[in-house]
């Protein structure tokens, strides 16, 4: 079945940087769009950045725009969201997602498996 784990999360300072990676197994990883978003407490989850399934085409929230960088290894069934420039702001647990064939970005349904999801807390 399709499992996608995420790992890299943890406590950093604001301004500092992590690397969150996710872990694809089950499905053909190559064929799919791939996501991350995240979600704060009392918040609802939202949009993050995705990429294209040869990642040639990537999408960034605003809010992340310039900060973080998505990207994917085919070789090794994997995602990855590199963080720089951290805020407070930014603490969350972020989750990984597969995008359904045909569909666009950034909306939460268009996912159709998700990672358990790993913690960024970013403190001032």
């Known amino acids: 079945q399709v499992q996608l784990v995420e790992s890299g999360g943890g406590l950093v300072q604001a301004g500092g940087s992590l690397r969150l990676s996710c872990a694809a197994s089950g499905f053909t990883f190559g064929s799919y769009a791939m996501g991350w978003f995240r979600q704060a407490p009392g918040k609802e989850r939202e949009f993050v950045a995705d990429i294209s399934w040869s990642g040639a085409n990537t999408y960034y929230s605003d809010s992340v725009k310039g900060r973080f960088t998505i990207s994917r290894d085919n070789a090794k069934n994997t995602v990855y969201l590199q963080m720089n420039s951290l805020k407070p702001e930014d603490t969350a647990v972020y989750y990984c997602?597969?995008?359904?064939?045909?569909?666009?970005?950034?909306?939460?349904?268009?996912?159709?498996?998700w990672g358990q999801g790993t913690q960024v807390t970013v403190s001032s």
């Open positions: 997602a597969r995008r359904r064939f045909s569909q666009s970005a950034v909306v939460v349904a268009h996912y159709d498996s």
